[in-house]
């Protein structure tokens, strides 16, 4: 079945801009989290979703917001855009019907933010 | 808090070499621990997981790791490295039972020298 995807893979923006990205989950999967990756400070959880219901997240400023349809496609929002916004964005999802499922990771999709 | 430490940055071996990847962990309970690798512009692949029973847990593509509460270890081993193995390794530990969440060390970058 197919895996995780996420769009758009590339993004460039500037400061002060918007941006959505967008991750499907693997079919069947209820539960989709999303990752920041920089160099900086590595791998750092964004946040987590549930049948729709925010379950968890990490401590991040309100610039960055998330959301998950009936469909349990996710988007993540990120508003005035700053310079150490750039990353690679995550999402992975689960059946998350149980602690700790085996989470499948989608390929990313890269922010820079000029 | 809960927190993972990879303590090595960079590893260098010469394929078919042997390799151990180190892994501590913080945490108060038994905790749920992961080893995931990532490849260059690529997410991230679970290798395999730790949730309870035997200490010593397979994975895919050879490696193994294995749980010492006593050390709070969690180091990943595979006996012979093959040039494929070139990439990221991550470990990770799960703070919670009913969540997806994972807290992820800083990345541990293989090369394999032929």
């Known amino acids: 079945k197919a895996g995780v995807t996420q769009t758009p893979r590339y993004l460039i923006k500037t400061r002060g801009q918007q941006v959505t990205l967008s991750c499907s989950p693997i079919?069947?999967?209820?539960?989709v989290s999303w990752y920041q990756q920089t160099p900086g400070q590595g791998l750092q959880f964004l946040f987590e979703?549930?049948?729709?219901?925010?379950?968890n997240k990490g401590n991040f400023p309100g610039r960055f917001s998330g959301r998950q349809f009936s469909n349990s496609r996710s988007e993540m929002n990120v508003s005035t855009l700053e310079l150490g916004d750039s990353a690679l964005y995550l999402c992975?999802?689960?059946?998350?019907?149980?602690?700790?499922?085996?989470?499948?990771f989608g390929p990313g999709t890269r922010l820079t933010v000029l | 808090a809960q927190s993972v430490t990879q303590p090595d940055i960079h590893i260098t071996v010469s394929e078919g070499a042997s390799l151990e990847l180190r892994c501590n962990y913080s945490y108060g309970a038994t905790p749920y621990l992961f080893w995931y690798v990532q490849s260059p512009g690529q997410g991230l692949q679970l290798l395999l997981k730790?949730?309870?029973?035997?200490?010593l847990v397979q994975g895919i593509k050879g490696f193994e790791a294995e749980f010492k509460r006593s050390q709070s270890s969690f180091n990943l081993r595979k006996p012979s490295v093959h040039w494929s193995d070139a990439a990221e390794y991550f470990c990770?530990?799960?703070?919670?039972?009913?969540?997806?969440?994972?807290?992820f060390g800083t990345g541990t970058r293989l090369q394999v020298f032929p």
């Open positions: 990770a530990v799960a703070p919670s039972y009913n969540t997806d969440k994972l807290i």
């Open positions: 979703y549930f049948s729709e219901t925010q379950r």
């Open positions: 079919s069947g999967h209820r539960s």
């Open positions: 992975a999802s689960s059946h998350g019907t149980s602690g700790n499922n085996e989470q499948f």
């Open positions: 730790y949730f309870s029973g035997d200490t």
